[in-house]
């Protein structure tokens, strides 16, 4: 698993930012934190607290100067849907292809549901070299970071 004090795995993917375009992780780094939150799927009601709590602490974020980015196995249009839906000012990352959740090594399944190969929730946060400065990964679907934690790791990133 990428740990605290790792390099940050690199990736290319769709990016949904209400339009779609490449994404490149190293091309992003430089300027300041990059907080990576990823999530199972959009539309449901853990992932929409979730991604609706850290709208909320954006500004306490950008504060530190970092960069805030969901990621999940959604594609880019369903979540370029849900960030119109839920008034997100953050992007999304798609992985389709769950090579990043793969690299991370944050791929779960929910098995009863016959659903394979989505995200679990967590949190990186990387300083402006892509190293690992904070890691947060749960086992548990419902389990949200500590928030503040997160906030804290991204200002202590800067």
């Keep these: 698993m990428v740990d605290v004090d790792d390099a ?59 960069t805030l980015s969901g990621v999940s196995v ?19 990352i798609s992985d389709t292809n769950k090579g990043i959740i793969e690299d991370y090594d944050v791929e779960m399944d929910f098995a ?8 679990k929730r967590a949190v990186f946060v990387l300083d402006s070299d892509g190293e690992v400065t904070y890691a947060w990964v749960s086992d548990d679907p419902g389990a949200e970071p500590d928030y503040d934690e997160v906030a804290e790791a991204a200002s202590d990133a800067a």
Excluded: I, W
Excluded at 74 to 88: G, H, I
């Design 8 to 66: 940050a795995p690199d990736f290319t993917a769709p990016l949904a930012n209400g339009d779609v375009e490449p994404f490149t992780l190293s091309e992003n780094l430089g300027d300041g934190p990059v907080v990576l939150a990823f999530f199972p799927g959009a539309f449901t009601s853990v992932c929409t607290s979730e991604m609706n709590t850290l709208q909320d602490d954006l500004d306490r974020l950008q504060e530190s100067g970092a």
């Design 74 to 92: 959604d594609t880019p249009f369903a979540l370029n849907e849900f960030r119109e839906q839920e008034d997100l000012e953050f992007d999304l």
């Design 112 to 119: 009863d549901m016959g659903y394979h190969g989505v995200a």
